[in-house]
């Protein structure tokens, strides 16, 4: 009966079924207690900006991170006569990492290494959401695809996880859907609910209908013209490469051995050819040695399928990558806490206008692309990505070119199953591939869905290495480093402890969560009236010279492109100004790991070609 009927009869049908769940949704809603924004407190009704006392106290003692060669020591089990680890993990993207962090956390024995850093891929180059897929869930309605429907309900779920256990670089942003025309707000009013329902009882904050006038006063750069009103929900978004940080050191913390710039060169094997470890080489110094495990998991990201060819030059290709742009503008094209969501752009993409850090992001174009580790964003796609976002701004924000403060591209490494009756359709979500070396491939998903892949990987390794964990995976509820203690007035506190500057004591707790506390006991003094802590590394940004010194004592930070792109967010903020501060920063650098002034040359030009990559003018690059 529901095959015959017309797409708008099944569209007024479902309208309907939802109204009334929805309403009775809403009712419930109501009467549910809300939880303030930002974790203000409250009394008499009237909301205070001011610590909890009874929460928001200093930690007496912080775990001290190994450091880097400790951790490679560690690694160099075949020399010392160790035991093998039970799992070699190569990629420490979010796959690798939270795969390391569920095997770690079970009792097994993990090491995991990356060729350059953490999150230096894909990792970092995400649209900053923690989604369960508009896309999806508009193919699972319409289309009645239970499958779509599933990974709509898995996403939603694990996106109640992640914003759980990483609640300082995690939290809600609701997200605006204009409309135009009268017959668009049932259809997306539909939508919204549904997206509330599927979340069940793991939803974030109600979606919502906002009159002309009312979604005007929240989004005033919108363009008035035909406008009807606007649709808006909620979804999740974080800081992707410090969330990568804090799962790699989480799992350092549990006890792998974790070491970021070690590349994966040879795979060994035994005499029945099955991979019984991998010969690893350290980028920085030359060093070389092999790692003995009882099993390898290959989360290399876009890089999966060179992995494969070492393991065995016939195994075929499994990825086909895709380049995703975004680019960076300034926070005056959107409010500081409302996102845009166009779904129907004039070639049909999707394309998201959120702000991120302060600044605002616009993306993400999708496009065939050759596999490189630092891929440039085209032009044409930045401006197509420009032209979008006009066609939704008003006439008084002039979209220019010159706006635009930092652009790149993200490799997402879309993935085919080899064992597939027809190889060359797509995996809709994620695929684990064992090969018959005993290699195991984790490839394609997507951020908010990265701990159930990692526990999935995981069970698959237990099974087919025979491993002993003491445990099961316990990643829904443990905590990433800096939750534990954070809360959302815990600013208050560093301002008053330390005497820094608002914007950079609510950076510090944002980005460290508890782990702030570490970072202000660093020395940093301004010798100023106030602020009396925390000299920035850019004047516009509230990034200082005591996280520099941090991410190279606690965050194994090599590089100069490691703290101003991954550490720190600079570069993916403003290559200018990430160009302006790289003296600074490989000064502190060279203090702490002792470079040499050949080394710190090295250091400025790396960078400077990195910068170009994140759109830096090859002009100014030139002048490094």
């Known amino acids: 009966m529901w095959r015959n009927l017309s797409r708008s009869k099944k569209l007024l049908s479902t309208a309907a079924a939802t109204a009334t769940v929805g309403s009775a949704v809403y009712l419930y809603d109501q009467q549910q207690p809300k939880n ?75 090491a995991l290494v990356e060729r350059d850093d953490f999150a230096s891929g894909t990792s ?61 707000v049932p259809y997306y009013w539909v939508g919204c609910k549904m997206y509330d329902l599927f979340a069940g009882r793991e939803a974030l904050e109600s979606s919502y209908f906002l009159t002309r006038s009312k979604a005007l006063d929240a989004f005033p750069m919108l363009k008035n013209d035909a406008l009807v009103g606007a649709l808006v929900y909620y979804d999740g978004h974080h800081n992707d490469a410090r969330m990568n940080v804090a799962l790699a050191m989480t799992a350092a913390y549990h006890g792998a051995a974790v070491a970021n710039h070690c590349e994966v060169t040879d795979l060994i094997k ?47 290709e499994i990825v086909a990558p895709s380049a995703g742009v975004h680019i960076i503008l300034p926070n005056y094209y959107s409010p500081r806490n409302m996102g845009l969501l166009d779904p129907a752009t004039s070639d049909g993409r ?55 403060l930092a652009a790149w591209s993200g490799i997402r490494p879309l993935v085919r199953d080899p064992h597939a009756k027809n190889t060359e359709s797509l995996v809709r979500n994620h695929m684990i591939n064992v090969s018959e070396n005993k290699l195991i491939t984790i490839a394609g998903g997507k951020w908010t869905t990265y701990r159930a892949m990692a526990q999935e990987t995981v069970d698959r390794a237990i099974e087919v290495f025979d491993l002993k964990p003491t445990g099961p995976c316990r990643t829904e509820t443990v905590m990433l480093m800096g939750s534990k203690g954070f809360t959302n007035t815990m600013f208050i506190r560093l301002v008053q402890e330390f005497g820094m500057d ?61 703290v101003l792109a991954r550490r720190t967010r600079l570069a993916f903020l403003n290559a200018e100004a990430a160009f302006e501060a790289l003296p600074r920063v490989i000064d502190i650098m060279a203090e702490e790991l002792k470079w040499d002034k050949g080394r710190q040359e090295q250091e400025k030009q790396k960078a400077a070609k990195f910068l170009i990559t994140m759109g830096l003018p090859e002009t100014k690059a030139a002048l490094a």
């Open 36 to 110: 303030r924004p930002f974790g203000l407190l409250t009394r008499n009704g009237i909301v205070y900006a001011e610590a909890d006392p009874t929460k928001d106290v200093k930690p007496e003692k912080f775990w001290e991170a190994p450091t880097r060669s400790e951790m490679i020591k560690k690694l160099k089990n075949d020399e010392s006569g160790e035991a093998p680890f039970d799992l070699l993990i190569v990629g420490a993207g979010a796959t690798g990492a939270g795969t390391a962090v569920d095997a770690a956390t079970r009792g097994l024995k993990v």
């Open 124 to 184: 970092s180059r995400s649209t900053k959401l923690v989604h369960g897929g508009v896309r999806y869930l508009q193919k699972a309605i319409m289309e009645l695809d239970y499958e779509q429907y599933k990974l709509v309900v898995e996403a939603l779920h694990e996106r109640k996880i992640f914003l759980d256990i990483a609640p300082h670089l995690s939290g809600q942003l609701p997200i605006m859907l204009p409309v135009y025309k009268w017959w668009q």
């Open 270 to 316: 035994n005499d029945d050819g099955i991979i019984t470890g991998a010969k690893v080489k350290d980028v920085l110094t030359g060093d070389e040695w092999t790692v003995k495990a009882k099993g390898v998991i290959n989360a290399t990201g876009p890089f999966t399928d060179g992995l494969r060819k070492m393991d065995d030059e016939k195994n075929t």
């Open 350 to 404: 999707v394309i998201f206008f959120l702000p991120w850090e302060g600044s605002t992001i616009a993306g993400t174009t999708d496009s065939p692309t050759e596999v490189t580790q630092n891929p440039m964003p085209k032009e044409d796609e930045v401006k197509w990505i420009l032209d979008e976002v006009s066609h939704y701004l008003s006439k008084d924000v002039k979209v220019r070119r010159g706006d635009v």
């Open 502 to 562: 608002t914007e950079v004591a609510v950076h510090l707790a944002n980005s460290y969560g508890d782990r702030a506390w570490v970072v202000g006991s660093i020395d940093d003094p301004t010798n100023k009236l106030f602020p009396v802590y925390g000299n920035r590394i850019s004047p516009n940004y509230p990034y200082i010279e005591s996280e520099v010194r941090y991410a190279v004592r606690e965050e194994f930070a090599c590089t100069a492109v490691d």
